[in-house]
């Protein structure tokens, strides 16, 4: 019922998330993110705990992915029902998709990214959202976007998709980048790129007014905070 992709910048560091699923409010269930450490999604029949976890293990204890990835999977059983994709601040990858994974499934890493899915149209879709990504210049977040957007022209869900989201941390303990349309009777991810482009030429700004106020530009709405 879902396909994302997980992602770093090698050079802004930058660590993201891009996810879309038939499912409403993926974005509040899938992906997780720690500036510095790494991102996790975690799918299929989904375990919300395996994301920070996984980001413990990685920060805490200094595992490899993959070992971070089969302590946590091992330490919560019903792996078998689990999908789950790790990356971490150095871009190295590990993934795992169970045997009881719904439909057509696949999880594929390329360079600095890992993409899965479930309930996919075809094996394809995943392999096409590596490419893109490798192949697309520009921003973390429009890299992500560009494979989402990838994975629904090879073919995407055997259904439709109505949640998406897209996450982004950078330097500090915030996200600079989450977005989400929870629910979409159809193109959630369209709708979640037309967000994106309104956020973009904003993005910076939050930050610089959360680190220094005074330097905080105003966009003159009621309420502006």
Known sequence: MTFSIIGRCPETGQLGVAISSSSISVGARCPWLRAGVGAVATQNVTLPALGPQILDLLEEQQLEPAAALERALNANGWSQYRQVTVIDSQGHTA????????????????????????????VQVIEAMVQAFENTPGLLAERLLAAMYTAMAAGGEAGPVHSAALKVV??????????????????????????????????????????NPTAAPSYGVPGDE
């Open 170 to 211: 950078d330097d500090h303990t915030w996200p600079i980048v989450d977005l989400r349309i929870d629910w979409a009777d159809e193109d959630p991810i369209d709708k979640l790129n037309s967000l994106w482009q309104a956020y973009r030429p904003q993005m910076q700004d939050y930050v610089t007014r959360a680190l």
């Open 95 to 122: 993934f795992f998709t169970g045997k009881e994974a719904l439909g057509v499934h696949n999880a594929v890493a390329g360079e600095q990214c890992v993409a899965a899915g479930n309930m996919l149209a075809g």
